[in-house]
């Protein structure tokens, strides 16, 4: 999350996608949650980083399992869909509220976008 609506794709390709080296301070932290919240961890890896258009927070869950094979045509990984992206859509949803103090958007039905 970034409290800056106004950042450019500059940004986001060197600092949200990590196209180039950040040489920008980090620092890395485990969350704890103070009260449960149902379906979501109670704790989950956080970086965060201070960039020129603000502080950048990746907070890492998962990894979201696959019910289905992901070996690919030639024997290595591939990327899925269906009901892993659901899953981890329903956890954003669910966790959104602790991680930016605004309340829940997404439904328990989610689907990614």
């Known amino acids: 999350m970034i409290e800056n609506s106004d950042v450019n794709e500059e ?16 620092t890395h932290g485990t969350a704890t949650l103070r009260r449960k919240i149902q379906g979501v961890p109670r704790q989950w890896r956080v970086e965060r980083t201070e960039t020129p258009a603000g502080l950048l927070e990746r907070h890492f869950f998962g990894p979201f399992a696959a019910e289905e094979n992901l070996e690919g045509p030639h024997g290595v990984s591939r990327c899925t869909g269906g009901d892993v992206w659901k899953n981890a859509a329903t956890l954003l949803g669910r966790v959104w509220p602790a991680v930016s103090g605004k309340k829940q958007v997404f439904s328990e039905n989610a689907s990614p976008v």
């Open 11 to 26: 940004w986001c390709d060197k600092c949200f996608w990590r196209n180039e080296v950040i040489s920008d301070p980090t």
